[in-house]
Nanobody, 126 residues
Framework: QLQLVESGGGLVQPGGSLRLSCVASGFTLDYYAIGWFRQAPGKEREGVSCISSRTGATNYADSVKGRFTISRDNAKNTVYLQMNDLKPEDTAIYYC???????????????????WGQGTQVTVSS
């Protein structure tokens, strides 16, 4: 069974940091581009960041550039999202997702992805 599982969410004060993990089971992440998306209450799901399968190319939403870093460890079948200088507006459920065979240029679109995790809650509040 193909599965993605996120972890690492929690409650953090503004300016704090969290590292989210996305672990794949049932398939090898090597050949998949991975994206992180988030959805806040009452808002649409938005792309946060994505990383390609082969070159390691990355993409970030303007709202997180310079604060978030996506990385992958194929040996551990895991993709990470390091989030620094967190702000209250980063509060959301964060999802990781995976796709293969399509162009990396499509990585910001949720409709591109074949597999999704269940999400992990990130709350930034004092």
């Amino acid at each position: 069974q193909l599965q993605l599982v996120e972890s690492g969410g929690g409650l953090v004060q503004p300016g704090g940091s969290l590292r989210l993990s996305c672990v794949a089971s049932g398939f090898t992440l090597d050949y998949y581009a991975i994206g992180w998306f988030r959805q806040a209450p009452g808002k649409e799901r938005e792309g946060v960041s994505c990383i390609s399968s082969r070159t390691g190319a990355t993409n970030y939403a303007d709202s997180v550039k310079g604060r978030f870093t996506i990385s992958r460890d194929n040996a551990k079948n895991t993709v990470y999202l390091q989030m620094n200088d967190l702000k209250p507006e980063d509060t959301a459920i964060y999802y990781c997702a995976a796709y293969s065979t399509r162009s990396f240029r499509l990585c910001t679109l949720a409709s591109t992805y074949d597999y999704w995790g269940q999400g992990t809650q990130v709350t930034v509040s004092s």
